[in-house]
């Protein structure tokens, strides 16, 4: 089961920030978070992700509070094409050079309206 | 850099037909995912190889299911006999690191 919970959809005005909760109060301490995203026919696409520390690149901001229960995916300046849905996941951490599983839950539909 | 390629992008059969679906994952990934996504879910993982070899396939319904990497290149996820629940797309993605790239999916339709 997923160990995330996130609002079900949400509402941004273009041009706004859109700020996207995510709950994970059971993560471990070795536990990444990783946000995807899915525009509507296309497969996920990788947005961020981070373990302790704040994380900014060129799509998005992640905050994560310091006792790591929550985050906040922060996409600064919302346009259309940012409509999609929003995954937030606890990532259990690679093993050797094996890749880490990715457990989705039901994400966030994000609307950016004009 | 070419992303992970997936064929067919649509497939419409009957149900207790078989239907085989292929991926070619980003080239010098070692390691290769086929998820199943059920309209209105998130990807579910079926099963993960690392290069031609199995990591966890604890979520594949063996009874019909199949899935095979040979060489560590390529894969192929099978569905024999088909059943109406069956109807989802199915998700490849490969991954080197930390990034998993998905393909675009396969949407199956089961009648």
């Known amino acids: 089961d997923a160990k995330t919970t996130q609002p079900t959809s949400m509402d941004c005005a273009e041009g706004r920030a859109a700020n996207l909760p995510c709950n994970h109060s059971?993560?471990?301490?070795?536990?990444?978070v990783y946000w995807y995203r899915q525009i509507h026919s296309q497969g996920p696409q990788y947005i961020i992700h981070?373990?302790?520390n704040n994380e900014t690149n060129e799509m998005a901001s992640l905050i994560i509070t310091e006792d790591r229960k929550s985050s906040t995916l922060i996409l600064p300046h919302a346009t259309l094409r940012d409509t999609a849905v929003y995954y937030c996941i606890v990532r259990v951490p690679p093993r050797g050079n094996q890749g880490g599983k990715l457990i989705f839950g039901q994400g966030t539909e994000l609307s950016v309206k004009p | 850099e070419a992303g992970v390629a997936q064929s067919p992008r649509y497939k419409i059969i009957e149900k207790r037909q078989s239907v085989a679906f292929w991926c070619n994952p980003i080239?010098?990934?070692?390691?290769l995912y086929w998820y199943q996504q059920i309209l209105g879910q998130g990807p579910k993982l079926l099963i993960q190889f690392q290069n031609n070899g199995v990591v966890d396939d604890s979520q594949l319904p063996k009874d019909r299911f199949s899935a095979e990497r040979l060489k560590g290149v390529d894969s192929t996820l099978k569905i024999q006999p088909a059943k109406l629940e069956d109807s989802a797309v199915y998700l490849c993605?490969?991954?080197?690191?930390?990034?998993?790239?998905f393909g675009p999916g396969t949407r199956l339709t089961v009648l």
């Open positions: 080239s010098g990934h070692a390691t």
């Open positions: 993605a490969s991954s080197q690191e930390n990034e998993q790239f």
């Open positions: 981070g373990l302790k």
């Open positions: 059971t993560i471990s301490g070795n536990e990444y």
